[in-house]
Every structure is written in C-alpha cells, then in structure tokens.
C-alpha cells in the first residue's frame, strides 16, 4: 500500500461534518513546496494558496497585482506537496470580475493546472452569476466575505467591515445566497465577532473567520504572520506562535560569521 492511500484526505464534505459535530476546522495559507509539506503534516486540514502571495511572496503592497498565472504556479507547488489537506486557491483580482465566462474559464485553468480541489473568491450577490457557473461545472466554491482585500481601493482602508447595522445585514443575506447556491466554505474576514456567532448560525456550511472572532467553525492566518516571518504586521487578531524573523536572521547572520572567518567549512564538512 502506498503511504498516499493510507491518509485519509480531507474534502469538502469531511469540513461540513466537522461543523455539524462541532468540531473546530484549521486552515491556514501555503505558496510553496517546502512549507506547505510542514503544514500539511502538522495537520492542518485546510491549505489555502492565498493571493496573499502577492504580499508575501512578491512584496506587493495590494493582492492586486498577482496573476493567475503565477497562483497557478504557487497552487501547483503546494499540491505536489500535500497529503491530507484540502487545497484551496484564490481566484486572483482580473480573472473573475469580468462575467461568469470568464470565472469558469479561470477556475478550470487553476483546477487542470494546479491539481488543487477548489477554488475562493471574493463577494456576495454580485457574484452570484460566476459562482453559480463554476459551481455548476463540478468545482467546489469557498466564498468570502466582510474585508474582501481585492476591493481594497473601494473600502479605502483595512479596518474592521460591517459594524453598522446595514452591512451586517446585507453580509448575512449574502451568506445565506451564497449558502443556498451551493458553496462548500465561507471566509468571513475582520467582521465583529457577534455578527460571525449569527451567520454561522444562519448557514449550514462551515464558516473559518480571520479576524473575527472564536465562533467561527474555523479559524484561518496567513502562515508568516503565524511564524513570525512578516514582523511589521500586527493586528489585535493575529496571534505569532513563532519568532522566525529573528531566528532566520540570527541564523543567517551566524553563517556570514562563520564564512567570514574561514570556519565554515571545516575539516568535517568538506571531501
Ligand atoms: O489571501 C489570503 O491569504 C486570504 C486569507 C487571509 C483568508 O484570503
């Protein structure tokens, strides 16, 4: 028997009994081969090929800027990698917003290239049209809501969504739309944590929030924020389980030494 045939992967249908048995669902980002192998096997159960890359992967300021084309690239690394996981990727800003053609188009493109097993996007009704599309072609959606970073420039700033009493509602009758429609998942993005407790509440698939609260039916960070990689990022939601900033740098600032005075390689180290 194959080590692949003795892991039970994780699918769309295994997060939504999670929900119904209350159990917690932990997701959380991957771009690459070697990191998303050491989060497949820490047990993760979702891995989402976030267009965070473009942030921190490419150092972009926005999302905005990746292309399908290299999340393609990330997704396809970061399945060669993963045993267990469900793998989630971003439809990137420009390869949906256009009409439900063209969302399809995009989403076939990310599914036959990648090999990755769904696809997110951001927006409620709006939507609808492309969601219901790809959905109608076999490809498991997760939908997000509440700060949606690729409407950036729309918002105008990361600040926390649907606090007033119209948003909230129009984001709860957006949930319920896309819960009815079909979608497998929601991410609900830096939204107060009473409104994401009723939402949950209101929909039957698992709900994994960032930034907004514990009770969600998941929970979902971006990894390097997790680690402690990006170190000038500090939100009241993130919580580092890592320093790696400083330990990487440490590490590499020990190897600059040790080259510098000639004791890297020694005698052990070389044939
Ligand atoms: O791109 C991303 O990493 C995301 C998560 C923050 C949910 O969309």
Same mark, same amino acid.
Do not use: W
């Given at each position: ?66 292309? !399908? ?34 969302? !399809? ?29 790809? !959905? ?101 939601? !993130? ?33």
């Amino acid at each position: 028997m194959s080590v692949h045939s003795q892991v039970k992967r994780i699918t769309t249908h295994t997060l939504r009994e999670m929900k119904e048995r209350g159990e917690k669902i932990a997701m959380l980002t991957s771009y690459d081969y070697s990191m998303a192998k050491i989060v497949d096997e820490a047990g993760v159960d979702v891995i989402l090929v976030g267009d965070s890359a473009s942030n921190v992967m490419a150092g972009h300021e926005t999302t905005l800027p990746i292309t !399908l084309d290299q999340m393609i690239y990330h997704a396809s690394s970061v399945v060669r990698a993963v045993k267990r996981a469900l793998v989630v990727v971003d439809l990137p800003f420009g390869a949906y917003q256009g009409n439900s053609k063209e969302a !399809l188009t995009s989403s076939i493109r990310i599914m036959k290239e990648s090999g990755a097993h769904a696809v997110k996007m951001e927006g409620g009704s709006e939507i609808r049209e492309s969601v219901e599309r790809i !959905l109608s072609a076999g490809i498991p959606v997760m939908a997000h809501l509440g700060l949606t970073p690729q409407s950036i420039y729309k918002f105008g700033t990361y600040t926390v969504r649907a606090k007033q009493n119209e948003e909230a509602e129009r984001l709860l009758s957006d949930a319920k739309v896309l819960d009815e429609i079909g979608c497998f998942s929601l991410v609900l993005e830096k939204i107060p944590a009473a409104l994401t407790e009723k939402v949950s509440k209101a929909v039957s698939m698992p709900t994994i929030g960032i930034g907004a609260g514990g009770k969600a039916d998941g929970q979902v960070l971006v990894v390097h924020d997790l680690l402690g990689i990006t170190n000038e990022f500090h939100p009241r939601f !993130l919580r580092r389980y890592s320093d790696l900033y400083s330990e990487i740098k440490s590490a590499v600032g020990n190897y600059v030494s040790d080259v510098r005075k000639q004791d890297f390689p020694n005698e052990s180290e070389q044939y």
